[in-house]
């Protein structure tokens, strides 16, 4: 009877003037690091080791016991440890009966293990309530208090009201917790410290290969071909003319790229006729990575808009003008003012500011901090709406650029079509394909299927 009031009495909401005390097994790296955020956030903690002496790395104000003595003082104990050592545990079954046991370990590799630490734990102490959470926060992040970029910790545990005490020592940590649900989440949150930018390999590869590509083929058709047919050379052209060919053609490919898959998605559910059916796993995955892929054009496109600034610092820049004002001068000869050329100017040179400025303004509204603030219906007309309209000043300003060049046969060097040519082709599908999305006869239907109308009822089961 006394022991089950104990536990009962354990696992208690806090009360906000009095912190209970933590007991953290392990006094490594990461055990010493948030023991002293705790002590800092105004909470007791006892430590369980195997030495009891107190030793200069432990934090001040901390206690140190042994392992069974710590575990008497708290109803939370975290498992500073790794797995291996988990053994030790298994003849302080007793003293951890009902204990709220906090696995944070992590594994060397992903899935080294039949089973989650957190898991593995659970079965090695079937009395103890297992929760785990605090492995994505590294000991370096606590102690310096750098913790803007690691501010979500991730829980899960079998067990509610465990799983509400640690998310309470979360929250007075500063933390932000995030439920994951049963511990059967364990392994995929132990998994997340060793994904390498997970949702961005994809987009990265994917940039790399068109922009390798894109480097090439300018090469080929600015360097390589005027120095063999025009017997000029222009390889310096590689440092700032190919990259600012190459940065405009890969952030409009790539932000045609960002809305090409829901393109594809209205197309599939009006010929499915139901919202209800899954996507194909590579629209999924695509669909999935779009914030990626519209960040890293907005990078090109910025790389662009930088380029674009220096050039008139070029010594080609200065020979060229210098050349024609020469060879005006001896000519006694005057250019007048075209009126056609200075509209194209002037309207690419906004269509391309415009469409940066809507450019950037998707990126802000892609971070965390600002897309929380704002309601889904805001955050649509942003992503959507303006991202088209951003998509259709961006494609503009690549046609107002070069469209005097599309008929004339110089411009196709060996045959091919120049780079602006080759970039226009994803956002004018997209484009293209919208403009017929957006027809009555077919917007109708689909908004219908959107909103739960099938064609065939015989797909939602």
Same mark, same amino acid.
């Given at each position: 009877?006394?022991?089950?009031?104990?536990?009962?009495?354990?696992?208690?909401?806090?009360?906000?003037?009095?912190?209970?005390?933590?007991?953290?097994?392990?006094?490594?790296?990461?055990?010493?690091?948030?023991?002293?955020?705790?002590? +800092?956030?105004?909470?007791?903690?006892?430590?369980?080791?195997?030495?009891? +002496?107190?030793?200069?790395?432990?934090?001040?104000?901390?206690?140190?016991?042994?392992?069974?003595e710590?575990?008497?003082?708290?109803?939370?104990?975290?498992?500073?440890?790794?797995?291996?050592? !988990?053994?030790?545990?298994? @003849?302080?079954?007793?003293?951890?009966?009902?204990?709220?046991?906090?696995?944070?370990?992590?594994?060397?590799?992903?899935?080294? !293990?039949?089973?989650?630490?957190?898991?593995? =734990?659970?079965?090695?102490?079937?009395?103890?309530?297992?929760?785990?959470?605090?492995?994505?926060?590294?000991? $370096?992040?606590?102690?310096?208090?750098?913790?803007?970029? #690691?501010? +979500?910790?991730?829980?899960?545990?079998?067990?509610?009201?465990?799983?509400?005490?640690?998310?309470?020592?979360?929250?007075? =940590?500063?933390?932000?917790?995030?439920?994951?649900?049963?511990?059967?989440?364990?392994?995929?949150?132990?998994?997340?410290?060793?994904?390498?930018?997970?949702?961005?390999?994809?987009?990265?590869? =994917?940039?790399l290969?068109?922009?390798?590509?894109?480097?090439?083929?300018?090469?080929?058709?600015?360097?390589?071909?005027?120095?063999?047919?025009?017997?000029?050379?222009?390889?310096?052209?590689?440092?700032?003319?190919?990259?600012?060919?190459?940065?405009?053609?890969?952030?409009?490919?790539l932000?045609?790229?960002?809305?090409?898959?829901?393109?594809?998605?209205?197309?599939?559910?009006?010929y499915?006729?139901?919202?209800?059916?899954?996507?194909?796993?590579?629209?999924?995955?695509?669909?999935?990575?779009?914030?990626?892929?519209? /960040?890293?054009?907005?990078?090109?496109?910025?790389?662009?808009?930088?380029?674009?600034?220096?050039? @008139?610092?070029?010594?080609?820049?200065?020979?060229?003008? #210098?050349?024609?004002?020469?060879?005006?001068?001896?000519?006694?000869?005057?250019?007048?003012?075209?009126?056609?050329?200075?509209? /194209? #100017?002037?309207?690419?040179?906004?269509?391309?500011?415009l469409?940066?400025?809507?450019?950037?303004?998707?990126?802000?509204?892609?971070?965390?901090s600002?897309?929380?603030?704002?309601?889904?219906?805001?955050?649509?007309?942003?992503?959507?709406?303006?991202?088209?309209?951003?998509?259709i000043l961006?494609?503009?300003?690549?046609?107002? !650029?070069?469209?005097? $060049?599309?008929?004339?046969?110089?411009?196709?060097?060996?045959?091919?079509?120049?780079?602006?040519?080759?970039?226009?082709?994803?956002?004018?599908?997209? =484009?293209?394909?919208k403009?017929?999305?957006?027809?009555?006869?077919?917007?109708?239907?689909?908004?219908?299927?959107?909103?739960? $109308?099938?064609?065939n @009822?015989?797909?939602?089961?």
């Amino acid at each position: 009877m006394n022991k089950n009031s104990s536990n009962i009495m354990a696992l208690a909401p806090n009360t906000p003037n009095k912190r209970e005390t933590v007991c953290i097994f392990g006094t490594g790296d990461f055990g010493r690091a948030l023991g002293h955020k705790m002590i +800092q956030s105004g909470y007791p903690v006892v430590y369980g080791s195997r030495s009891t +002496q107190i030793s200069n790395l432990i934090p001040k104000d901390a206690e140190v016991l042994s392992h069974a003595e710590a575990a008497q003082k708290a109803a939370v104990i975290i498992i500073a440890i790794q797995r291996q050592h !988990y053994n030790f545990l298994t @003849p302080l079954a007793e003293a951890l009966h009902g204990k709220v046991l906090v696995d944070i370990s992590n594994n060397l590799k992903l899935n080294q !293990y039949p089973e989650s630490n957190a898991e593995y =734990l659970a079965q090695l102490l079937p009395g103890s309530k297992v929760v785990k959470g605090f492995n994505t926060v590294s000991a $370096w992040a606590l102690q310096s208090g750098t913790l803007d970029a #690691s501010r +979500q910790v991730f829980i899960c545990g079998d067990d509610v009201e465990a799983k509400q005490m640690v998310m309470n020592i979360v929250r007075g =940590l500063g933390l932000t917790p995030v439920d994951k649900g049963s511990l059967l989440a364990a392994q995929e949150i132990e998994n997340y410290p060793l994904q390498l930018f997970p949702m961005w390999k994809l987009p990265i590869f =994917l940039s790399l290969g068109l922009g390798l590509f894109f480097f090439f083929y300018c090469l080929a058709l600015d360097v390589i071909h005027t120095y063999i047919y025009e017997n000029n050379n222009f390889s310096f052209f590689i440092a700032i003319t190919v990259p600012n060919r190459v940065f405009p053609a890969m952030a409009l490919t790539l932000l045609g790229l960002v809305y090409l898959p829901g393109v594809f998605a209205a197309i599939i559910q009006l010929y499915r006729g139901t919202k209800y059916r899954r996507f194909p796993d590579w629209l999924d995955k695509w669909m999935l990575c779009r914030k990626q892929l519209g /960040l890293i054009a907005l990078a090109f496109a910025s790389l662009h808009a930088v380029f674009t600034l220096v050039i @008139p610092l070029r010594a080609f820049s200065s020979w060229r003008t #210098s050349r024609k004002i020469i060879s005006q001068a001896l000519n006694n000869e005057t250019e007048p003012l075209d009126h056609t050329n200075a509209w /194209l #100017s002037d309207s690419y040179l906004a269509t391309g500011m415009l469409g940066f400025f809507l450019f950037v303004l998707l990126g802000i509204t892609s971070l965390p901090s600002v897309s929380n603030s704002v309601n889904w219906r805001e955050f649509r007309f942003i992503q959507s709406k303006l991202g088209y309209l951003a998509l259709i000043l961006c494609t503009a300003h690549a046609m107002i !650029y070069g469209g005097k $060049w599309f008929l004339n046969p110089s411009a196709y060097k060996w045959y091919l079509p120049d780079i602006y040519m080759l970039s226009l082709v994803v956002p004018c599908a997209v =484009l293209v394909v919208k403009f017929v999305l957006i027809f009555p006869c077919v917007d109708k239907p689909l908004t219908q299927i959107r909103q739960g $109308w099938e064609r065939n @009822p015989r797909y939602s089961e």
